[in-house]
């Protein structure tokens, strides 16, 4: 009997002991007032950017139905990829009508908002030989510029909120071997950054990511 006390004695410590240590163990690993607060405009920051998708995605619903626009939730933030024939006539970089049909509609959405656009112009691999420009590079930029300047122009989005990038064919999303990855690969992004307002710590990154699953 008294061996018996002394193994229940022994086990209800070690219970005690391992419920004391679980406890540090939540206190150690509770969140500061700063990441909480890192937490919580994480949580704004995408729900606002949801909702701006959500309207997207009834503005555009035709063009995604027909695979013109896709829209996506990413590590960057919103973005919204509208496939260049859409946009712009093969080596041209002037935004033709029905262009710029698209981008009224996403400007509707986004000119209310207050985050910053990024816009990036992307081809295929296939070189230039019959234009002006010198090579792909110089194309995807002009044509990042031309919606950036009809943003602004046309649309009134402050230029102070927009950005112009050209990579070329050197960001690919699928493989140049058929004419339907070329298809793919030639394209605009427009990209509703996620804000860096917030003071974040290093984990804020990581956090996006787990909303964003």
């Known amino acids: 009997m008294e061996k018996s006390m002394k193994k229940f004695s022994f086990y209800f410590l070690a219970a005690v002991m391992m419920m004391v240590l679980a406890g540090c163990a939540i206190g ?37 139905a027909q695979g013109d626009v896709s829209i996506t939730m ?33 400007a509707n959405v986004l000119g209310p908002m207050s985050d910053d656009i990024a816009i990036e112009g992307h081809t295929d691999n296939v070189p230039i030989k019959f234009s002006r420009w010198k090579s792909n590079w110089e194309l995807s930029t002009q044509r990042a510029l031309n919606v950036v300047h009809y943003f602004e122009d046309d649309k009134g989005i402050r230029p102070q909120r927009m950005s112009a990038t050209g990579y070329g064919p050197y960001h690919p999303v699928t493989s140049n071997d058929t004419p339907e990855g070329k298809l793919m690969n030639r394209r605009v992004e427009i990209i509703v950054l996620r804000s860096s307002r917030s003071n974040a710590s290093n984990a804020s990154a990581d956090d996006y990511d787990e909303f964003i699953k």
């Open 74 to 106: 990413g590590k960057r933030g919103l973005v919204v990829t509208v496939v260049a024939e859409v946009l712009f006539d093969s080596g041209k970089a002037k935004i033709k009508p029905q262009g710029q049909t698209v981008l009224n509609k996403v």
């Open 28 to 64: 150690v690993h509770k969140r500061s007032p700063q990441d909480v607060q890192t937490i919580k405009s994480l949580s704004q920051q995408l729900e606002d950017l949801r909702r701006a998708k959500s309207r997207l995605e009834s503005q555009l619903q035709k063009e995604i």
